[in-house]
């Protein structure tokens, strides 16, 4: 008779173990770095071999017959193989950064592995063996097998921590200006004679009507049309004037959104970078800050430039240019007409001189960014490097409206208020263009990329700035590695020491916990941080407080005179309620730290709330069920506790 319910509690103990061993086996390195679907989709017989006078290069070539996975695009999975590349590279080959160079071609059709020294075809083969691209696992079994592996956190590999705030305000203003630009719009569709829309206030506004008649109109369609105004009554002075002021919930929602938006935006830029798991997360629940770790960056400059590059591009009719603003304001009676302003462009000759031209642009903007589906670096027809853009098919259309009704007219392209060229449109131009604007290749890839990205709601400062080198993540590890072995080996010998063969078992129970936290830890791809290290050492002392509670608790009712199997029975139930209530709290403790907390805390408190949910396990369920095992099998006839 199984009074123990071994059938039930041994298999679910060995099929538990099973399964944590195979999500372990990742994070120990011994899987090849490209993901099974990349060893598809850039396959080892598509291998090429170039050699040149100073430098040998290896093309990982495209298979495009292979599916991707869901979501993931042609250029997702290529950054992502470069990533493992250069990742290989430096672990494995150990080159530094001057010695081999990863870059993905132009027609996005293979990854170029260069070595900056000429090389043999056999030699360049022993390379790509030695990266550990593909492996010797088949790839077969590859998909079979859990194949996510636990994460390294910025102190653990190097990398950039970023504090960046959102100018709110910003963005308020930014919003209250295409507000504007509609309202001017739904006026001049209405045939509304205005003189202009200026600002009364830090929220108000005033229309300027032509003829007082036409009042009633206006706040009509300002109060029907437009949900975000108020209308100001009783305090015009003037009966050819409508105040309006933008509603307090709108700003607030605005400010929300735009703390949001930069969100999204900085985490499109971040994929398109290439940066492997990185962390982009809001400081607070409603406050305007972005905390932004990016684990393996070396750039510094290069990342905050593209994080910080607010990307807002327009398209903007010219009404006049020139040398100066005076020479300008000299042809408009020394102001700037209603509905403009003047912007600058700043291009450099061939002495490398800066020479700055003034233009005086329409401030409504018909086509922006927003309409904007695909940007590539490419070359001019002058050699230059340039960047095609495509607009969408709503966004083609407004393009063409526009550049069709004003042919032979200046057409500026403005990207974060500065004039990059103005070409005069020679014809209809529907959905495609070119962004002139003596970029290099570099400064072309990074505007192409940001402009896919998206643009920011709003201008971003970096409010704090940290780099963390790859030398030191690797000591700490090393240290942390070394501290949670001696931590766990004093414990397993004062356990065997002190409580005999249950301490063994103990030791069995602390073993597999570690092992549960690990594979836990990979199944989620959570991140695992220094802090994180000094949570599963904490974790090791409360795995065995817990078969310490249970070992006193039966050595008590083995002295009241009880029966072994009894003694051990009492004792698991008793000590579980008294292990239960003690963990729970903290188990909340640890949902309040990584609730409320950031970075280095959430980091500590994943590691314990998952170490105490494993130790529960190991301790009340693996432990009880092998005492059980020893007492079924062998039946002894005294306990060794």
Known sequence: MDIYNLKIRIPVVILSILAVILFCIPSLNVYPYFAPFLQEYLPEHALSFETYEDSSTVFFNVDRTIPLPEGMTNLNALTLASNSLKNS?????????????????????????????????????????????????PLFLQKLL??????????????????????????????????????????????????????????????????PDQKPV????????????????????????????????????????????????????????GVAEPQIQRQGFRGDKIILQLPGIEDYERAARIIQEMAHLEFRLVEDQGPSVQDILSRHDGGTPDETEILTQVRTDGSGQEIVHYYLVRKETPVTGEDLINALPTRGELGQWVVSFELSPTGGRKFGQLTGENIDRPLAIVLDGKVQSAPVIRARI?????????????????????????????????????????????????????????????????????????????????????????????????????????????????????????????????????????????GFSKAAVTIVDANVTTLIAAFALYQFGTGPIQGFAVTLFIGILSSMYTAIFISRTVFYFILAKFQPKSLSI
């Open 218 to 273: 206006v706040v009509s369609i300002l109060g029907e049309d437009f949900q975000d105004l108020d209308i100001v009554s009783g305090e015009a002075e003037k009966d050819d004037e409508v105040i309006f002021r933008i509603k307090e919930t709108t700003i607030v929602s605005r400010e929300d959104y735009a703390v949001d938006q930069a969100l999204k935006t900085i985490r499109n830029r971040v994929d398109e970078f």
């Open 430 to 570: 529907d959905a495609r263009g070119q962004i002139e604007g003596n970029f290099n290749e570099q400064e072309s890839k990074d505007l192409a990329l940001i402009l896919r990205a998206g643009a920011l709601p709003a201008p971003i400062k970096i409010l704090e700035n940290r780099t963390v080198g790859p030398s030191l993540g690797r000591d700490s590890i090393r240290l942390g590695v070394r501290s949670s072995i001696i931590g766990g080996l004093l414990v397993l010998v004062f356990m065997l020491f002190y409580y005999k063969v249950s301490g063994l078992i103990a030791d069995f129970a602390l073993i597999v916990n570690l092992l549960i936290i690990t594979a836990i830890l990979a199944l989620f791809g959570a991140t695992l941080t220094l802090p994180g290290i000094a949570g599963i050492i904490l974790t090791i002392g409360m795995s065995v407080d817990a078969n310490v509670l249970i070992f006193e608790r039966i050595k008590e009712e083995l002295r009241l005179g009880r029966s072994i199997t009894k003694a051990v029975e009492i």
């Open 89 to 137: 590279a430096k672990g494995r080959l150990m080159l530094s950064a001057g010695e081999y160079a990863v870059n993905v071609s132009e027609d996005r059709t293979s990854i170029m592995f260069t070595i900056n020294r000429p090389m043999s075809e056999k030699e360049l083969r022993d390379y790509v063996d030695r990266l550990h691209v593909y492996g010797s696992l």
């Open 146 to 211: 859990p194949y996510k592996k636990v994460n390294l956190g910025l102190d653990l590999q190097g990398g950039v921590h970023l504090v960046l705030q959102v100018d709110t305000e910003q963005a308020v203003n930014i919003q209250i200006e295409n507000l504007l630009n509609d309202i001017r719009r739904r006026l001049s569709e209405k045939k509304i004679d205005f003189i202009n829309i200026r600002r009364s206030g830090r929220r108000q506004f005033v229309v300027k009507l032509l003829t």
